[in-house]
């Protein structure tokens, strides 16, 4: 299977984590456990980039395979950060995704860096691609944390 394939199975996997989410309320979990400010349109939107952002690193994985790894390293921050450690801190709360970043993310994340690195990508682009999916999940993240500061209101 091609890195291209793989990033497709990786954006399918993402679409049903996104269903495991909305499903299991991660609106309020977000809202109580991570104190994030976030409500369901932001969800929408974040999660509708990042499903267009699946099938650009699919189609940018023959030319660019170390941009298109970065889709496989926000999961792999998503399922790290947002789900897995947030379960482990809170004495086992679930944390809406949580199924689909285990089942899914770690093992499809993980076959796309198999494949890259089989194809030629060195360390130092599996590194770089870590760091572009850290800085696209902390993106949203830090817009809703800055977005009621006075700078950032439209209402006045």
Known sequence: MSLADTLWLCTAAYGLHIIEEFTFDWRGWARNVLRLPVEWSHFYVVNALVIVLGGIA???APTSPVLALG???????????????????????????????IVLFYPLAIAAYWRAVSDGVAIPGVIASLVLGA??????????????????????
């Open 58 to 60: 699919a189609e940018l």
């Open 71 to 101: 889709f496989p390293a926000l999961m792999l921050v998503n399922a790290t950060a947002f789900h897995v450690r947030p379960w482990l801190t809170t004495g086992g709360r679930f944390s809406p995704g949580l199924i689909t970043a």
């Open 135 to 156: 800085a696209l999940m902390a993106c949203p993240v830090l817009m809703l944390i800055v977005k009621d500061r006075p700078y950032f209101r439209q209402d006045r």
